[in-house]
C-alpha cells in the first residue's frame, strides 16, 4: 500500500516520534523512507550561529543536515532503502512540493515542531501540510503530553 514515505523532520521530539512510526510504517510495508528538513533561511528563521558556522543560512543548512542524518541512519539499521535531504524556503511549501516530487504516498510528521517567532500558531507547518497537500498524512503524536519550554517558544 505504501511505496515511499516522506519523514519530515526539524530535530524536535515531536518530529522524532513521527520519525519512529514512519519507519515502522516503512518497514511493514517494505517501502522506501524519504527524510527531510527544511532550512528556513528566511528573515525570521533561526538566527543562532553555532560553532564556527560564518553565517545564518550555514548554520541552519548544517542543522538540518545533522537532524536528517539521524533519522537517515536509524532507517538505514532497520534495513530500508532511504534518502535524505535539507530543503531551503518555507518549510509547509518546501515539504508538499518535495511529496510530490518523490510521489509520495504518505507523510508521516509529528504534532508541533520547534517553533519560534515565525511560528505563532502551535503545529503550523503540520496544519498546513494537512489542509493544503493532496497526499495523506499520518500525524504522529509523541505521547509525553507534556509541553517543553521549546514548545513554547
Known amino acids: 500500500m505504501f511505496e515511499t514515505i516522506l519523514i519530515p523532520t526539524d530535530g524536535s521530539d515531536h518530529a522524532e516520534a513521527a520519525a519512529e512510526t514512519g519507519i515502522e510504517l516503512a518497514t511493514v510495508h517494505d517501502a522506501t523512507v524519504h527524510v527531510a528538513c527544511v532550512a528556513d533561511t528566511g528573515p525570521l528563521g533561526d538566527l543562532r550561529l553555532p560553532g564556527d558556522a560564518t553565517s545564518a543560512e550555514d548554520a541552519m543548512r548544517g542543522r538540518a543536515q ?26 509547509e511549501d518546501e515539504l508538499l512540493e518535495y511529496a510530490r516530487e518523490i510521489d509520495a504516498d504518505v507523510i ?20 498546513h501540510v494537512v489542509r493544503f497537500g493532496e497526499i495523506p498524512v499520518l500525524v504522529a503524536n509523541s505521547g509525553s503530553g507534556a509541553h517543553s519550554d521549546e514548545d513554547a517558544s
Do not use: C, F, N, Q
Open 66 to 91: 545533522e537532524h536528517v542524518d539521524a533519522i537517515v541512519d536509524r532507517a538505514e539499521a532497520a534495513g530500508l532503502e532511504v534518502t535524505g535531504t535539507v530543503l531551503e524556503g518555507p518549510p
Open 108 to 127: 508521516v510528521m509529528g504534532t508541533r515542531g520547534r517553533g519560534g517567532v515565525h511560528r505563532l500558531a502551535m503545529g503550523s507547518v503540520t496544519d
